[in-house]
């Protein structure tokens, strides 16, 4: 069990959450799932340059965390489906505040990267 109340201790599970949401695939996950159940290739046509190794990872690690539940339906070939959970479901609204948040600032981002590199 992990403790709570520390961000800044490794422990701390708050913290483990953290990691997870803000790993560099699970968001982009989320916001797709948003509109409903998608298969795999459609994911990970829809995110674009993941690995499928990388993104089988990201997904079974959310199913693993209640966030995405996968459904096998019993066909030729196997057809798996990704669906979010009512957990998962309540992770849009503040994805979509830190999406909204970095289009607004991408051009001032880019300004500030190109001040540094040019001094650097």
């Known amino acids: 069990m992990y403790e709570r109340g520390d961000l800044f201790n490794p422990a701390c599970g708050t913290r483990v959450v953290l990691d997870r949401i803000g790993d560099k695939w699970t968001a982009l996950a989320v916001l797709l799932l948003q509109h409903g159940p998608l298969r795999f290739t459609e994911l990970r046509d829809g995110i674009g340059r993941v690995a499928p190794k990388v993104?089988?990872?990201?997904?079974?690690?959310?199913?693993?965390?209640?966030?995405?539940?996968?459904?096998?339906?019993?066909?030729?070939?196997?057809?798996?489906?990704y669906a979010l959970t009512p957990m998962g479901r309540s992770l849009i609204t503040p994805l979509t505040t830190v999406s909204n948040w970095a289009e607004e600032h991408i051009n001032a981002i880019n300004t500030a990267q190109s001040q540094y590199d040019a001094t650097v």
């Open 55 to 81: 993104l089988t990872q990201t997904l079974r690690r959310l199913e693993r965390d209640g966030l995405v539940t996968r459904e096998v339906f019993a066909e030729v070939p196997p057809r798996v489906v």
